[in-house]
Nanobody
């Protein structure tokens, strides 16, 4: 199973970006998907997650500004970011808790996409 993230870029403070992450491979079911970010010199932190039945979680730092959603038919998770701040600058990567057609279940990670917010 592979995750392909896209949508990062350079944006001014107050702007918005929409990140996408699509899972591909021998997938039976995706249980949860999430977005993490890692700023230079800091630990990777969970930004938002969504379960297969639509329950969401947001870090306090992004509540009210970011929205996570998913398209189960496309095995894709989105992160709509709004009112971006310079402190949102980080590499954003996605993760998925997948059940494969072989019956194995594991968490897989995609490559990061850089989000840079200028002041």
């Amino acid at each position: 199973v592979q995750l392909q993230a896209s949508g990062g870029g350079l944006v001014q403070a107050g702007g918005s970006l929409r990140l996408s992450c699509r899972a591909s491979g021998l997938i039976t079911r995706i249980n949860d998907m999430g977005w993490y970010r890692q700023a230079p010199g800091k630990l990777r932190v969970l930004v938002a997650s969504i379960t297969s039945d639509g329950h969401t979680y947001y870090a306090d730092s992004v509540k009210g500004r970011f929205t996570i959603s998913s398209d189960n038919a496309k095995n894709t998770v989105y992160l709509q970011t709004q009112t971006l701040k310079p402190e949102d600058t980080a590499v954003y990567c996605c993760s998925a808790d997948v059940l494969t057609t072989y019956g194995t279940r594991y968490i897989t990670w995609g490559q990061g996409t850089q989000v840079t917010v200028s002041s």
